[in-house]
């Protein structure tokens, strides 16, 4: 992989604003049905790409090789592609000036395990699933590893590199209820490659056990009360309600396109209790999902709070739009191949903990639902939603009941942060998701368990 200053010698080929972009992106996917094999791959996408103009006028050029002619070819014809645009524009607008240095690489140290190593790892998590969940009518094991590594370079003077590489595995597990079948999915992993994000099968085997009996509670459940429920929304939920229904409407590419939260800003749009951030590369602490130093216009990453004490504040913006609402860019602009240019995206978004404890939250719930895990969904950009729930349980009398079988959840999210009373202390992140606006690319999402007033979509 060619380095970011190993670029440096094409900063000569640039006249206007200019971004040069080299990426390779590795994968490993291997899925066991049943003890089946049935996908066991590996994939390298590479290239390089130039980017010119700005404000309304871009040209783009990739091309999947490398080095000193590509480079000089894919600039040249990405200068024309602009060219053309620019004609009969009056381009007032200038793109901020942003730069970064630095080298932000999360590979392992340790050495590296092979095709058949994994897939023996695989075999092992689905022999312990076979001998000790026997009535199980199917299982799936998926092992799903990306390594995203960028060189960059910009007329503006950034110069950067980043290897980051997400590691999971997926275990989907059926039985049979009353002639129906009746699955729980979940997912296990996160920033790292394979070597330092798993040890060994074993370190997974209570992971599965506790998934195997969620599924069987849930087997023996019951159907959701339809209407509004006072509910608990665990981490998982948290998460996606943030990602999918707030931060999609108020990335700046959607409000310029019509989102709701053009007409939001300053104003009161949640409980005074939360606060949203598309967090950069730390949270709390700690290193978030996936971590974002620099963009890929060459912008240092910085957090966006996007919701204060429930008002709005902020926008989430590439140079482009923040020219345009006469801000600054704070690292949303990412591409997830070599051949995309880059979009507004969120990094690692997320509802900050409160101060309560979760066990008082259900205590404080006579007649309601805690709701743990969410499965396929949808928003819009007036952010409205319907999720589906795959996971969760009644509370009845400030005590946790019965486990519910899949039902859905829906609403206005701006209306449903209004209902928030209580939030948990304890901050969990999602780190299996890809978003999917244009281009799939990997996010994470997380939060407290939020205390709040949903509607229930019942059998």
């Not at 009746?182 to 296990?188: A, D, I, P, Q």
């Not at 209580?422 to 901050?427: C, R």
Request: charged letters at 25%; a negative charge; glycine letters at 10%.
């Amino acid at each position: 992989m060619i380095q970011a200053s190993d670029l440096r010698q094409c900063a000569s080929l640039f006249n206007d604003y200019t971004e040069l972009r080299v990426q390779q992106n590795r994968s490993v996917e291997i899925a066991l049905v049943n003890g089946d094999v049935m996908r066991n791959a590996r994939s390298v996408t590479g290239g390089s790409s130039a980017r010119v103009g700005g404000c309304g006028a871009w040209g783009f050029a990739s091309a999947p090789e490398v080095g000193t002619k590509t480079f000089e070819r894919i600039v040249e014809r990405a200068s024309r592609n602009a060219s053309v645009l620019k004609m009969g524009k009056n381009l007032e607008r200038e793109l901020p000036e942003t730069r970064t240095e630095g080298a932000f690489d999360y590979a392992t140290e340790k050495e590296r395990m092979g095709q058949k190593e994994l897939l023996d790892f695989a075999r092992s998590l689905d022999a312990y699933i076979l001998k000790n969940f026997p009535d199980l009518q199917s299982r799936v094991v998926v092992l799903r590893n990306l390594d995203m590594e960028k060189s960059l370079l910009t007329s503006q003077g950034a110069e950067a590199y980043s290897m980051t590489p997400r590691s999971l595995i997926y275990v989907d597990m059926t039985m049979m209820s009353e002639g129906e079948p009746v699955n729980l999915f979940e997912g296990y992993g996160g920033l790292g490659q394979f070597e330092d994000q798993f040890g060994a099968p074993e370190d997974l085997f209570d992971k599965l056990q506790s998934q195997y009996e969620h599924l069987v509670k849930k087997a023996k459940g019951v159907y959701a009360e339809a209407g509004p429920k006072e509910c608990i929304l665990d981490a998982d939920l948290a998460g996606i309600l943030a990602h999918e229904a707030i931060g999609h409407t108020t990335e700046a590419d959607f409000v310029m396109g019509g989102s709701v939260a053009a007409h939001y800003m300053d104003q009161e749009v949640a409980s005074p209790l939360v606060n949203l951030v598309d967090f950069a590369h730390h949270a709390l602490g700690e290193t978030c999902p996936i971590p974002v130093h620099v963009d890929d216009e060459g912008t240092p990453a910085e957090d966006v709070t996007i919701i204060e004490e429930g008002v709005l504040k902020s926008y989430m913006h590439n140079k482009e739009s923040a020219a345009h609402f006469e801000t600054g860019p704070k690292g949303n602009a990412r591409a997830f191949l070599f051949s995309d240019e880059p979009l507004i995206r969120m990094r690692n978004t997320a509802i900050l903990p409160g101060e309560s404890k979760l066990e008082d939250m259900i205590a404080s719930i006579d007649d309601g639902y805690y709701l743990m895990r969410p499965g396929n969904g949808q928003a819009d950009t007036t952010s409205e939603f319907m999720f589906a729930v795959v996971q969760g349980y009644e509370i009845k009398k400030g005590k946790l009941g019965r486990a519910i079988k899949d039902t859905t959840i829906s609403g206005v999210a701006f209306d449903l942060l209004k209902t928030v009373t209580a939030l948990s202390d304890e901050m969990k992140w999602v780190a299996t998701g890809m978003c999917g606006k244009k281009q799939p690319i990997p996010v994470g999402m997380g939060g407290p368990a939020i205390k709040c007033t949903v509607n229930m979509g019942g059998r």
